[in-house]
């Protein structure tokens, strides 16, 4: 995977992926509008034919680095959970 930054600012955040699902980042993004310092987030595929998708993160204060790390972190423990009551179901 190959992560270019194409724009930051204090508060801002726009990146470039290759070779990444859009399906993850939409989820993240998602994940993100949650958080009440972000004020918009959103992942797109610019076009169809080109193996790239964006990711955009804006905040009110707040380093975007350091609030998509954290979201991380807690998106990563849901699938821990989830993991583990699928691994109870499967055990009946």
Not at 7 to 35: C, M, P, Q, W
Not at 42 to 65: M, N, Y
């Amino acid at each position: 995977m190959e992560i270019i930054v194409k724009e930051r600012t204090e508060n801002s955040l726009l990146l470039t992926f290759k070779g990444i699902d859009l399906g993850f980042l939409y989820l993240l993004a998602r994940e993100l509008l949650e958080n009440k310092n972000v004020t918009n987030a959103w992942a797109r595929k610019p076009h169809f034919l080109i193996d790239e998708v964006e990711f955009f993160i804006a905040t009110k204060e707040e380093d975007p680095l350091k609030i998509i790390d954290e979201k991380i972190k807690e998106i990563q423990n849901k699938f821990l959970k989830l993991k583990k009551d699928i691994e109870k179901i499967a055990k009946i």
